[in-house]
T-cell receptor
Framework: QKEVEQNSGPLSVPEGAIASLNCTYS??????FFWYRQYSGKSPELIMS????GDKEDGRFTAQLNKASQYVSLLIRDSQPSDSATYLC???????????FGAGTRLFVKA | GAVVSQHPSWVICKSGTSVKIECRSL??????MFWYRQFPKQSLMLMAT?????????EQGVEKDKFLINHASLTLSTLTVTSAHPEDSSFYIC?????????????FGPGTRLTVT
């Protein structure tokens, strides 16, 4: 079992729709959770971080965390073609030293 | 805030030569910096973790004598690819963690594209 698992996609949604990206993790003691966006040929960019159960909203982005189910998700409302990228889920393991990245989900938003 | 720079952004070198890549945190101090490598259409691969003033910790399978890492200050880490070969051609990305941050956020540099001919 991978430490951080994501569906590789591609996930294709029409412009204006909600894109839902999911991630599961194996270390039950994990404390910090992140979503990064990576455009093709570029480095990852931190877009959301979440530390407690529930939802956290920032503009069109909502991160959701359920520690009991060891599940993190990212919702992108009103998806735009510029949202087309690979989204990386990252989890900071218990003890805080190392951050584990998922392989990423490719998202395509069709105009 | 939380800006990380890398230099150079791209480099072409001949097989057998060495290349140094610099990673700087511009507006914060970084206790820990990370070096990643990414091949086309593949995932990020952590190569090593460096802490200021101490030796880097390398991931399994990464040759520490080939990829030399120095974290000389709280704002600068360098990766030197020694005796580079075409198979070392890749996208090298550093990231840094804020010394003040208790939330373990990592900020990435823009990356360095290395081509070995």
């Amino acid at each position: 079992q991978k430490e951080v698992e994501q569906n590789s996609g591609p996930l294709s949604v029409p412009e204006g729709a909600i894109a839902s990206l999911n991630c599961t993790y194996s270390d039950r003691g994990s404390q910090s959770f992140f979503w990064y966006r990576q455009y093709s040929g570029k480095s990852p960019e931190l877009i959301m971080s979440i530390y407690s159960n529930g939802d956290k909203e920032d503009g069109r982005f909502t991160a959701q965390l359920n520690k009991a189910s060891q599940y993190v998700s990212l919702l992108i409302r009103d998806s735009q073609p510029s949202d087309s990228a690979t989204y990386l889920c990252a989890v900071n393991k218990a003890g805080g030293f190392k951050t584990i990245f998922g392989a990423g989900t490719r998202l395509f938003v069709k105009a | 805030g939380a800006v990380v720079s890398q230099h150079p952004s791209w480099v072409i070198c001949k097989s057998g030569t060495s290349v140094k890549i610099e990673c700087r945190s511009l507006d914060f101090q970084a206790t820990t910096m990370f070096w990643y490598r990414q091949f086309p259409k593949q995932s990020l691969m952590l190569m090593a973790t460096s802490n200021e003033g101490s030796k880097a910790t390398y991931e399994q399978g990464v040759e520490k004598d080939k990829f030399l890492i120095n974290h000389a200050s709280l704002t600068l880490s360098t990766l030197t690819v020694t005796s580079a070969h075409p198979e070392d051609s890749s996208f090298y990305i550093c990231s840094a963690r804020d010394v003040q941050g208790l939330n373990y956020e990592q900020y990435f540099g823009p990356g360095t594209r290395l081509t070995v001919t």
